[in-house]
């Protein structure tokens, strides 16, 4: 899927776009930011900025820090977010991505749905391709983390702690029995994951399974990931980057739409 922000060749120009460009820079800062500084990223003049963040003040949605022109968040953007995502369905949002890459690549791709309290992980959508599958795929059951790209994915960008808590309660892989690696050569793996954006894994969860998968970000961090699911001879080995690239774009897409804040590095060192 592609935004229209990201297809124009220039940026909407009217005065209803400029306050929402405002309004979502100033959401997208990392604390307050200054009226300057919005301007810059926004190609505005600082006057056409600062009268912006005047209407939106005086509304709510935006507070000032004083005297020092730096703007944050106000009271009534939080009131309208929340209840905006009080009535967000998670995987409905994720269905039409699902369905675009099921397309694109004619294969099976799913959305893994993040279970923090499990520490598991469901595939909670699914949209097949024109090709069979030669193995079953269950939903809704909870999955390990530590096994398959989909897992993996997610494992990768969770916090130090956490990560070693879910290998403390992780078994044998489904498909073939075999242990964990040690632990140090999982985190090597984990931190490569985070570097190239996207997981591969070959008959950890299923016999004779290949996946590709990306993870998908909400505010709080880590909520799940699309994953591309075939047989491990299906591909040939130099096509893997580029649709684990393809699927990494549409992750970081459903990622915007939940709210992550496109500043935060996901693939900082642990």
Same mark, same amino acid.
């Given at each position: 899927?592609?935004?229209?922000?990201?297809?124009?060749?220039?940026p909407?120009? =009217?005065?209803?776009?400029?306050?929402?460009r405002?309004l979502?820079? %100033?959401?997208?800062?990392?604390?307050?930011?200054?009226?300057?500084?919005?301007?810059?990223?926004?190609?505005?003049?600082?006057?056409?900025?600062?009268r912006?963040?005047q209407?939106?003040?005086?509304?709510?949605f935006?507070? =000032?820090?004083?005297?020092?022109?730096?703007?944050?968040?106000?009271p009534?953007?939080?009131?309208?977010?929340?209840?905006?995502?009080?009535s967000?369905?998670l995987?409905?949002?994720?269905?039409?991505y699902?369905?675009?890459?099921?397309?694109?690549?004619?294969?099976? %791709?799913l959305?893994?749905?993040?279970?923090?309290a499990?520490?598991?992980?469901s595939?909670?959508?699914?949209?097949d391709?024109?090709q069979?599958?030669?193995?079953?795929?269950?939903?809704?059951?909870?999955?390990?983390?530590?096994? =398959?790209?989909?897992?993996?994915?997610?494992?990768?960008?969770?916090?130090?702690?956490?990560?070693?808590?879910?290998?403390e309660?992780?078994?044998?892989?489904?498909a073939?029995g075999?242990?964990?690696?040690?632990q140090d050569?999982l985190?090597?793996?984990l931190?490569?994951?985070?570097?190239?954006g996207?997981?591969?894994?070959?008959?950890?969860?299923?016999p004779?399974?290949?996946?590709?998968?990306?993870? %998908?970000?909400?505010?709080? =961090?880590?909520?799940?990931?699309?994953?591309?699911?075939?047989?491990?001879?299906?591909?040939?080995k130099?096509?893997?980057?580029s649709?684990g690239?393809?699927?990494?774009?549409?992750?970081?897409?459903?990622?915007?739409?939940?709210?992550?804040d496109?500043?935060?590095?996901?693939?900082?060192?642990?």
């Amino acid at each position: 899927m592609t935004r229209r922000s990201e297809t124009s060749e220039t940026p909407p120009t =009217g005065t209803v776009a400029r306050t929402v460009r405002v309004l979502a820079a %100033v959401a997208d800062a990392d604390g307050t930011v200054g009226v300057g500084k919005l301007a810059e990223r926004l190609g505005l003049a600082t006057s056409t900025v600062h009268r912006i963040l005047q209407l939106l003040r005086q509304e709510g949605f935006v507070q =000032g820090e004083g005297d020092t022109r730096q703007y944050g968040i106000g009271p009534e953007y939080y009131r309208v977010a929340a209840r905006v995502v009080s009535s967000v369905d998670l995987v409905d949002l994720a269905r039409p991505y699902v369905r675009e890459l099921a397309t694109r690549f004619d294969e099976t %791709v799913l959305f893994g749905l993040h279970i923090p309290a499990s520490r598991a992980l469901s595939f909670a959508a699914r949209a097949d391709g024109g090709q069979a599958l030669q193995y079953r795929i269950e939903m809704n059951r909870p999955l390990a983390l530590a096994w =398959g790209a989909s897992g993996k994915a997610v494992l990768a960008h969770l916090p130090l702690q956490e990560i070693l808590v879910t290998l403390e309660h992780e078994g044998p892989a489904p498909a073939s029995g075999m242990p964990l690696p040690a632990q140090d050569e999982l985190l090597a793996e984990l931190k490569r994951i985070r570097k190239v954006g996207y997981a591969v894994s070959e008959a950890e969860k299923l016999p004779a399974a290949r996946g590709i998968a990306a993870p %998908v970000f909400g505010p709080s =961090g880590v909520m799940g990931c699309l994953v591309l699911t075939c047989p491990k001879d299906r591909f040939p080995k130099d096509s893997i980057q580029s649709i684990g690239a393809e699927i990494v774009t549409q992750a970081q897409e459903l990622s915007r739409e939940l709210g992550a804040d496109p500043h935060t590095k996901h693939d900082k060192e642990r």
